[in-house]
Every structure is written in structure tokens, then in C-alpha cells.
């Protein structure tokens, strides 16, 4: 069974619904889920030894994408994570009146390619938090199975 981290940014709570919305499905299927919050993550070495990383952000800017605070903050030391060779996803919760929708979700995946990695499914976009689009993070969780 694989081994997966989870880092997530949220500063009202959707991304990190979802986050463990997510968690609870792989769970299920028998994997194991470090999930931690970007604001108490440090990014040094943190990718090293497992098999899956997902990483889940908001986005809060108005013509440009601004990802959440505390993600930012760990965004800083993406390139001391160990992406390189690494399988990774990404997730947001968002708003589509915005122009770009979870935006940071493609910065991350732009981002974690540049530094090696694989990204292995498209990144989960949903609106709010989650609560309501259990077939969506199902089907999502069964692309991630995939690649393992
Ligand atoms: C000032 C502001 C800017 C925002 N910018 C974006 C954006 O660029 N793209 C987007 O999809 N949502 C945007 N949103 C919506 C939030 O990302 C959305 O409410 C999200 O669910 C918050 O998730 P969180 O609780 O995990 O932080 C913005 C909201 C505000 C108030």
C-alpha cells in the first residue's frame, strides 16, 4: 500500500475539507495519508520516501493568482521539497467568477514539473468544500491509484 503526504493551504477551511475528503477515500482503500498544514510544514527534504505527493491551495488573488498565505510561505522552499523523480497531484477549492479558477493548483503542478516530477492526473477543482462532490474526489483518488 502506498505511502502519501498531503500538504494543503486554506484560510476558510474548503481546501482543507477536501483535503480530508481525499484522505478518507485513499484511506479507504488502504494507503496511508500524511496530511499536514502548510503553515506548520517544512518544506526541507519533506517529499523524500513516499510514493504519492498531493498538494491542495486556494487561490485569493483578483487579476493574478495569489496563493494562500501559509502556502505561499512553504511555496518558498518548494525547491528544497526533493520533487525531483517524485509522482505528484494537485487539488484547490475555488471560485469560477474568478479568472483563474484554483489557479494555484497550475503554479504548483507548473512549478513541481520544473523540478522533476511527474504530475499524474489533472488537479481537482471544486467550489466550496467538497462537501457535495464525493464522486468527483472518488474519481480523482481512482486516477491517482492508477499511477501508482
Ligand atoms: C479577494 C479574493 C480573491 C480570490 N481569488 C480567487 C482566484 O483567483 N481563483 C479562484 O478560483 N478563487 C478565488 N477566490 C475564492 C477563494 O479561493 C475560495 O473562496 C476558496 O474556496 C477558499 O478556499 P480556502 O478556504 O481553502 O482558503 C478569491 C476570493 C477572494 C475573497
Redesign the pocket.
Known sequence: MAKVLMVFG???????SIAHLIEKELASKGHTVNVLNAANADPNGLAQGYDLVLMGC?????DE?EM?DDFATFFEGFDKMGLNGAKVAAFA???RE?P????AADVICDRAQELGATIVTDSLKLE?DGSGDAQDIESYVNELIKAL
Open positions: 486554506s484560510t476558510t477551511g474548503n481546501t482543507e486556494s487561490a485569493w488573488g483578483e493568482v494562500q477549492s475555488g471560485d474568478y483563474h479558477f484554483c489557479g466550496g
